[in-house]
């Protein structure tokens, strides 16, 4: 197992982690042969950024984000904050009023590590000690979702086709009791 350091991202860190997303989107979207959706990866980067600000202006209470390190390294991330628009408006707000785990990224050369089982781990027990029942997490990522199946089970909500033909939307609603 790597020797791997999970903390607060700095203000000192937001050139690497800008970079970091942009390496694992750009990654993600190339694995998911969606690679040529330039708008949309640009998109999601710039979102994932706008995420990464609010948490540093809020001092994580808006946004709220841990980075795994290995050496000076960020190798992942992970975080959460209000749930998104998109899973907002899929799901006739049902899930408003539940925070949303997100950006659970991993770099391509440290998929497979146990690095997302690591940042989870400790994300929970964040969640746990702020008294939070429950989150959502929703992915449109094939790869991701087989995990957050293997996770967390069926979707509370399956979308299909939402991303175009055979590029499914699936959202999850889970107790943090049964973690």
């Known amino acids: 197992m790597l020797n791997v350091e999970i903390r607060r991202p700095e203000i000192k860190d937001s050139a690497q982690l800008n970079e970091f997303f942009k390496i694992v989107i750009t990654d993600t979207f190339i694995q998911e042969g969606i690679g040529e959706k330039l708008v949309d990866l640009n998109e999601e980067i710039k979102v994932k950024?706008?995420?990464?600000?609010?948490?540093?202006?809020?001092?994580?209470?808006?946004?709220?984000?841990?980075i795994a390190l290995h050496g000076n390294k960020?190798?992942?991330?992970?975080?959460?904050?209000?749930?998104?628009?998109?899973?907002?408006?899929c799901t006739d707000d049902a899930l408003k009023e539940l925070p949303?785990?997100?950006?659970?990224?991993?770099?391509?050369?440290?998929?497979?590590?146990?690095?997302g089982n690591l940042l989870l781990n400790k994300m929970y027990l964040i969640i746990k000690n702020c008294e939070i029942e429950e989150f959502c997490l929703d992915s449109g990522y094939k790869r991701a979702q087989e995990i957050w199946k293997k996770k967390f089970?069926?979707?509370?909500?399956?979308?299909?086709?939402?991303?175009?033909?055979?590029?499914?939307?699936?959202?999850?609603r889970v107790k943090v009791s049964d973690l």
Request: glycine share 12%; net charge negative; proline share 4%.
């Open 49 to 66: 950024n706008q995420y990464l600000e609010s948490d540093f202006e809020s001092n994580g209470e808006k946004r709220h984000f841990l």
């Open 74 to 89: 960020i190798i992942g991330s992970i975080e959460y904050g209000p749930a998104s628009n998109l899973i907002n408006s």
């Open 100 to 115: 949303e785990v997100g950006t659970v990224f991993v770099h391509p050369d440290f998929q497979r590590m146990g690095i």
């Open 153 to 172: 089970g069926d979707p509370a909500y399956l979308l299909k086709n939402y991303w175009g033909e055979g590029y499914h939307h699936m959202i999850w």
